[in-house]
């Protein structure tokens, strides 16, 4: 059986539109983000999205573990980025240089170098508050969106019944997988299956994961097979599909769409003039 993400009603600002209107406005603020390098102008799609987050009304509880998880990898990539620099020389040709360290020891005769410049300081901050806020948007739709509304959402987007019914399986598929895995590996435990003392190399890991990799995915190709028979069965794709749930568009939700419109178009027109590119503060550091 297919099951979905953790969706309740909350009676909150997001679940107030249509999700129409939500995947529209969210398609423009992810556009319009990727249109600008400058902190200063990420900083307003950085606030907005905390708006958004704190209206959402999720608590911190529901979303801990995804926010744990996306947190860090944004965080190591970033971090990763200020090392190393790389990706930043698409924006900027020199960099000029704050501090260097250096490490007390050598390795085969390279001593280990860390050169801190503004250049990469600043990258690293705008690739944070860019990810960061594409991220916190993007964290909220399986849980502000009904789960019973995403063939209807996706169909009132223009897709076809396929690509609509297609994305509704799609978003369903990793808490599914989640659930399976959880319970086979419930299954292997009571049959004395210890996951906790695994040993030896990354291979032989992976060869003992066998007993849970093995069913889980079994079970997942087994279950997508019972879904196209079923679908097959119902003459799935002969013709037209009716929903049993419909969608109407509100004032609230045209306000919204129009917000995220005007959203991407000034942030293409802001891009086309030059402005909102890879910025760095007036500094007087000397050039490496």
Known sequence: MLVAWRYRDRNSLIQSFDPRA???????????????????????????????????????????????????????????????????????????LIARLQAGFKIFGWQPTLNITI?????????????????????????????????????GLGLPDKIAYGMDLTMRFIPTFGRDFTLTMDAQRARGYEIEKLKGGLFAQVRKLAPLIVPVTIHAIA???????????????????????????????????????AMIMISAALSLLGLGVFWVPAHSFPVM
């Open 22 to 96: 939500w995947i529209i406005f969210f398609t423009c603020f992810l556009a319009s983000t990727l249109l600008f390098w400058d902190v200063r102008y990420l900083l307003f799609f950085f606030l907005l999205a905390l708006l958004t987050v704190f209206a959402s009304r999720i608590g911190w509880h529901e979303m801990k573990r995804a926010w744990l998880f996306i947190g860090g990898f944004i965080l190591f990539f970033s971090f990763l980025t200020f090392l190393t620099g790389r990706g930043g020389m698409e924006l900027y040709t020199q960099e000029h």
């Open 119 to 155: 250049e990469r300081t600043f990258y690293a901050l705008s690739m944070l508050v860019r990810v960061f806020s594409i991220a916190s948007m993007t964290i909220l739709i399986p849980y502000s969106l009904n789960p019973a509304l995403y063939g209807i959402t996706f169909k």
């Open 223 to 261: 279950g997508s097979e019972d879904i196209i028979d079923a679908m097959d069965l119902r003459a799935f794709g002969v013709g037209k599909r009716t929903w049993l749930q419909q969608l109407t568009y509100r004032r609230r939700d045209r306000i919204l769409i129009a917000a995220g419109i």
